[in-house]
C-alpha cells in the first residue's frame, strides 16, 4: 500500500514557477515508478511526466518537455515536479501517482493522490 498526498498548487501568473511535491508513505516507495497527471475541467486526465524507482529515468509529455522536471528523494519519501514557464494551458489539477512501471498511461499507476489544484492567470 501506498498513500499520496500532494502539494504546492496554487495560482501563479503565466511565466512563473510551481514546485510540487507529493509525499508517499508505504514500505514501497522506494520499488514504484512515480508520475504526475493532470486534469483540466471538461478534459480526460493526461500524463505529464513520470519517474523510474531510481530516478535514473524520466520521461515527459512533449507539452512539457523542458519547462517541466520531475525528480524524487528516496529517503525522504518525496517525488517533486518543478514547473517553469507557467502556460495558461497548464491550468488543472495536478496528481502524483505510484506504479509498477514508468509510464504515461494512467492504467499502469495502482495508487494515486487527491491532488493540488494549479491555476495559471494570463
Known amino acids: 500500500q501506498v498513500q499520496l498526498v ?12 510551481l514546485r510540487l511535491s507529493c509525499a508517499a508513505s508505504g514500505r514501497t516507495f522506494m520499488h514504484s515508478a512515480m ?3 493532470r486534469q483540466a475541467p471538461g ?6 511526466a513520470a519517474i523510474s ?3 535514473l529515468s524520466t520521461y515527459y ?3 512539457v518537455k523542458g519547462r517541466f522536471t520531475i525528480s524524487r528523494d528516496n ?6 515536479l518543478q514547473m517553469n514557464s507557467l502556460k495558461p494551458e497548464d491550468t488543472a489539477v495536478y ?3 505510484a506504479g509498477q512501471s514508468r509510464s504515461s498511461s494512467p492504467k499502469e499507476y495502482d495508487y494515486w493522490g487527491q491532488g493540488t489544484q494549479v491555476t495559471v492567470s494570463s
Do not use: I, P
Not at 502539494?7 to 514557477?17: E, H, I, K, T
Not at 529517503?75 to 517533486?80: E, I
Open 95 to 97: 496528481y502524483c501517482a
Open 6 to 17: 500532494e502539494s504546492g498548487g496554487g495560482l501563479v501568473q503565466a511565466g512563473g514557477s
Open 43 to 48: 478534459k480526460e486526465r493526461e500524463f505529464v
Open 35 to 37: 508520475g504526475w497527471f
Open 61 to 63: 509529455a512533449d507539452s
Open 53 to 55: 524507482w531510481s530516478g
Open 75 to 80: 529517503a525522504k519519501n518525496t517525488v517533486y
